[in-house]
């Protein structure tokens, strides 16, 4: 993650680490990193184990959570 890197907050070791480091650092909100986290989550599988991914799930993310990536996108614009 860019922010992480550019305020050398820490070494992230993965994706999920990322959010976890701008929460620490008061960046997002710990709402925010929760939902993310579990994005990135579906994600891993999405991408890496896709034979596992159900549609309906996916169909549900669309459907209910985009608004988690416009609060995400939100409080990184306002930071």
Avoid: C
């Amino acid at each position: 993650m860019e922010i992480v890197a550019e305020k050398k907050i820490s070494l992230p070791q993965n994706s999920i680490d990322a959010f976890t480091l701008l929460e620490t650092a008061y960046i997002l909100p710990s709402s925010i990193v929760q939902k993310m986290k579990l994005l990135v989550g579906f994600r891993n599988i999405a991408v890496y184990d896709f034979q596992v991914a159900n549609l309906s799930i996916l169909q549900t993310i669309v459907e209910e959570h985009l608004i988690n990536f416009l609060e995400y996108t939100k409080s990184l614009l306002l930071y």
